[in-house]
């Protein structure tokens, strides 16, 4: 009898403790993904700089060639 008792309290300790561990996964799912979503928008903001910064090459690179080549009309 004392088996059955301790083989079941064994049990409810188990199944507390895979309650705990799914509790702790999906919490740490959320972190993650949260934290994902942070990376793609920093990302993304760096990305739109970058895209920002090249243009502004781009035009004052055609600013200064029609500086250096008028046209000649």
Known sequence: MNALVAIFIAC??????EAQSKKERKSLEI???REAQEIKSAEFERIS???R???CGKLSGGVFHDIVNPLTA
């Open 49 to 51: 700089k970058l895209y």
């Open 12 to 17: 409810i300790y188990i199944m507390f403790l």
């Open 53 to 55: 910064f090249i243009e």
């Open 31 to 33: 972190k993650v993904e």
